[in-house]
């Protein structure tokens, strides 16, 4: 089969399926801006979903689906494209529909950043034939600095991420009334799995656990060899990236040092430099598979030169590629958290943790100004309580900042601590 059949199948094949079988996400895509529209995020959280339910808006304003060009790049049968090859979409789908104007297409090109070039390929259809443009792609290098600038702020840019404890709660029919005991106890024992099981949708929408792992573990092991190890070129052996990268999950709510990880490795005999590891460090953020958020500090020097915290793009994926012992219901609480408060950050705004004497675990800066301080445990009790509230109080002096909580699992309330009001927060019902 040539390559313009293959684009004409897949084409067709996908206007059979419209209007596609979706459940909501809390994100959605405008569709009728006339604009680039891009999506990035992790590996299989549901960008392509998002670009399928945006499909479903089309069709439900009248679109009809002989307008719609969905092409998905993810497929092994492009694996041998070039960026030469681009212009086939456009010849496959004039023959398809010869009468057919391109500036009345919606065209959708699903994980488009796996075929070198594709930037001057969107760049020439938007400029002469389509306006309608969407696509999606698992690295935060989505956009050149020559797209960019080529097309001035043109590009509305989204980001997605695995499900919201309220969208695994749709994804799961769960609608229990948490004012309820009975629903509330639901809701509970709802978000004990979404801590275990994590939010990657079609984990979610999988019944045996073992599958859950299994589809996890695969997710994990596509990251590591074809987004990290193929995309970046990495020599070195998959054992010794797969050790490094379990290592800053197991660290997972601490500072990570890769000096540390870096000894470690080599009183093993794994060879790696320590200047590789910090650029598989950045290449697992330019994935999403991690996030990282440094100190505080008014310095910006000393802010690059202190260990900063890692997250993962899902909790359920730490689970999965650590079990057993990863099981922690407080590091994956915080993560939930972390997950949480990065999908409400605006382009200026920023997550911090803070460590002085004590510590904080996140310092929210929205513009130029500490607009929240947040500890985050699974249970407050006698045990902790000093510890955690000292390190709000602690950061809030430093930082002039008043609105302080405490995430747990199950209490709710608001205590005053050495005269600061502490909001005391359940997890599962914010």
């Not at 909501?24 to 891009?38: A, W």
């Not at 997710?219 to 020599?235: A, V």
């Not at 922690?328 to 803070?354: P, Q």
């Not at 509230?389 to 950061?395: I, K, Q």
Request: hydrophobic share 40%; glycine share 6%; charged share 30%.
């Amino acid at each position: 089969m040539s390559l313009r059949q293959t684009f004409q199948s897949v084409i067709s094949l996908h206007q059979v399926e419209l209007p596609y079988d979706l459940i909501e996400r809390d994100l959605s895509l405008p569709v009728h801006k006339g604009n680039i529209v891009t999506v990035t995020g992790v590996r299989r959280c549901g960008k392509s979903s998002l670009l399928k339910l945006a499909i479903n808006k089309l069709l439900a304003s009248g679109v009809p689906r002989e307008r719609i060009l969905y092409v998905g790049f993810d497929d092994e049968r492009f694996d041998l494209m070039e960026k030469g090859d681009f212009d086939v979409i456009l010849q496959a789908y004039r023959e398809m529909f010869p009468g057919q104007s391109l500036k009345e297409v919606y065209m959708f090109f699903d994980e488009i950043q796996l075929i070198k070039g594709w930037e001057l390929f969107v760049l020439r259809v938007y400029k002469d034939y389509c306006k309608n443009i969407f696509i999606t792609g698992s690295t935060a290098e989505m956009l050149s600095g020559e797209m960019a600038s080529a097309l001035r702020g043109y590009p509305d840019e989204y980001k997605e991420q695995v499900l919201s404890f309220k969208e695994y709660l749709r994804f799961r029919s769960i609608n229990d009334n948490p004012f309820t005991e009975d629903g509330a106890a639901m809701l509970r024992q709802a978000f004990k799995e979404y801590c275990l099981e994590g939010g990657y949708p079609k984990v979610v929408l999988t019944g045996e656990q073992s599958e859950k792992t299994k589809l996890l573990q695969s997710y994990f092991n596509t990251m590591l060899f074809r987004d990290m190890i193929e995309h970046y070129g990495i020599r070195s052996a998959p054992s010794v990236v797969r050790y490094f990268l379990k290592r800053v999950m197991e660290n997972l709510s601490k500072p990570t040092s890769v000096n540390k990880i870096f000894n470690e490795l080599k009183s093993a005999g794994m060879k790696a430099s320590k200047d590789s590891l910090y650029e598989w460090l950045d290449d697992a953020c330019r994935i999403f598979l991690f996030h990282r958020v440094p100190c505080f500090t008014q310095s910006v020097s000393k802010e690059n030169a202190m260990p900063s915290k890692y997250y993962i793009a899902d909790a359920g994926l730490r689970n999965a590629v650590l079990s057993p012992q990863s099981r922690d219901e407080g590091k994956a609480l915080e993560n939930i958290v972390f997950m949480m408060l990065n999908s409400t950050l605006g382009e200026e705004d920023r997550l911090f943790f803070y460590k002085g004497n004590r510590e904080c675990d996140f310092v929210v800066q929205r513009r130029e100004e500490v607009s929240e301080l947040i500890q985050v445990c699974w249970e407050l009790d006698d045990a902790n309580k000093d510890r955690e509230l000292e390190g709000l109080l602690e950061a809030s002096k430093k930082t002039g900042c008043k609105n302080c909580s405490v995430i747990t699992f199950d209490r709710q309330e608001t205590i005053l601590y050495k005269g600061l009001p502490v909001k005391i927060q359940s997890a599962w019902r914010l």
